[in-house]
């Protein structure tokens, strides 16, 4: 089991410096979510604690349990909002890719099935781009966009599975 180990001078190096409201109600700072970011990324293994290293004369268990518990749901609470996101997100790119497929579905009969006159060419010149741009925008979101959203995802529910821990350091 690995961990990852943070030193911070004090419980404000967590939260952002422009929020004086009570830990529970604190935002978390960029600056430390990009330094997590940055030490998982460079993990070889699954770190299954995040060990919160302080001096020993600023430690106070109290505020301790308080921040622990204020981390794990913020931690959770993103991973929820992730994953409401990536499913929506998928949604709508299989909707994309199945409304383009459809469309050329239907260009392909009329095609088929029609006589050459202007409202069928007329339909043919507005049906095939269509089709064709839905199918690129979906296949360029579900390839591209998606797997950066589930990075995301991943990323929080990593963060959200890891017990919480203050050392003297």
Known sequence: MTELDFWLDSYDDIYS???????????????????????????EQHACDLVL?????????AVE???????????????????DRCRSKLERGLLLFTAGFMILLFNSWIIYNARESFPVISLKVLLEPAGLFLLWAAFDFLFYDFSE?????????ELSEMKI?????
Do not use: C, V, W
């Not at 935002?27 to 460079?42: A, G, N, P, Q, V």
């Not at 959203?149 to 529910?157: A, D, G, Q, T, V």
């Open 65 to 83: 349990k308080i921040i622990a518990r204020s981390l794990a749901d913020f931690f959770t609470s993103q991973l929820r909002f992730h994953q």
């Open 149 to 157: 959203l589930k990075k995301e995802r991943n990323f929080y529910k």
């Open 165 to 169: 821990h203050f050392k003297s350091a």
């Open 53 to 61: 290293l302080l001096p020993p004369a600023g430690r106070n268990e």
């Open 17 to 43: 410096d422009f929020d004086s409201r009570h830990y529970l109600k604190r935002r978390i700072s960029e600056d430390f979510l990009h330094e997590l970011r940055t030490e998982m990324k460079y993990k």
